[in-house]
């Protein structure tokens, strides 16, 4: 399994959901920005499941070295990459605050899972699993900047989804919704609408098994989000979300 985006919850739960499920992997490729913190998971697995890991550097901001992957071979990417950033006004008007996250997010995040997607399509095999956001399927003031780079991931994975079918390569997007995790500490998060990483992990995995193309973790958010999706345009704007 390749996971990008190691330091995740959702990406760890799902490591340990597959593992416990009886999932077998030659190796876990975990690449992170967090060496120190992946480290750790890759001697929890180690212990815990015997599972062979490899952890690799991967900073997003910075000039990624695809010749270093050449020997990577897997049959299911799991990608939990995501940058929140700053939400203020300040942050808003930030040059840095919005590169970086749309570098995180989509910029440098597309052209990585697309060198894997090849090697998968080469062999006609494999599951591509991307964590998007609700936060993509409409611009909102509070957050319009990450919505924005959700938004063309969302519609990267569909893409892909449709390029990659008839070659036997299953492509699966998961909206999440509100996760309870370091990245949200803090947010005012209404707790009926937030999930555990944990219950995150249990429903990618079996939608995962089920190879289902479009996921919500909480069913609730994807009538949410019809709702939200179909408030006229004139009505919208004047809203406070």
């Known amino acids: 399994m390749i996971v990008l985006g190691t330091t995740s919850e959702v990406a760890q739960a799902f490591v340990e959901k597959a593992l416990q499920e009886g999932e077998k992997f030659e190796k876990i490729y975990l690449f992170t920005s967090n060496l120190e913190s992946a480290e750790r998971f890759a001697r929890h697995i180690e212990v815990k499941f015997l599972q062979q890991s490899e952890v690799i550097e991967l900073d997003l901001t910075k000039e990624i070295k695809y010749s270093e992957f050449e020997n990577i071979n897997s049959s299911v990417l799991f990608c939990a990459t995501g940058y929140l950033g700053e939400g203020t006004e300040e942050g808003l008007y930030d040059n840095k605050n919005t590169e970086r996250i749309i570098e995180i997010n989509y910029a440098k995040l597309v052209p990585l899972i697309n060198y894997f ?3 998968f399509e080469s062999r006609r095999t494999g599951t591509i699993i991307g964590l998007s956001s609700v936060a993509g399927e409409r611009g909102r003031q509070s957050n319009f900047i990450y919505g924005s780079a959700k938004a063309a991931f969302t519609a990267y994975l569909s893409g892909l989804r449709n390029y990659l079918f008839d070659k036997k390569v299953h492509v699966m997007t998961v909206k999440p919704g509100f996760m309870a995790t370091k990245m949200t500490e803090g947010l005012p998060l209404n707790p009926k609408l937030t999930a555990t ?45």
């Not at 992990?201 to 289902?212: D, S």
């Open 197 to 241: 990483p944990k219950q995150a992990a249990e429903c990618i995995f079996k939608a995962y098994k089920k190879q289902k193309d479009i996921v919500y973790v909480l069913p609730v958010w994807g009538i949410i989000m019809m709702i939200i999706r179909n408030i006229p345009e004139f009505i919208f704007k004047k809203l406070k979300l």
């Open 117 to 119: 997607a090849r090697k």
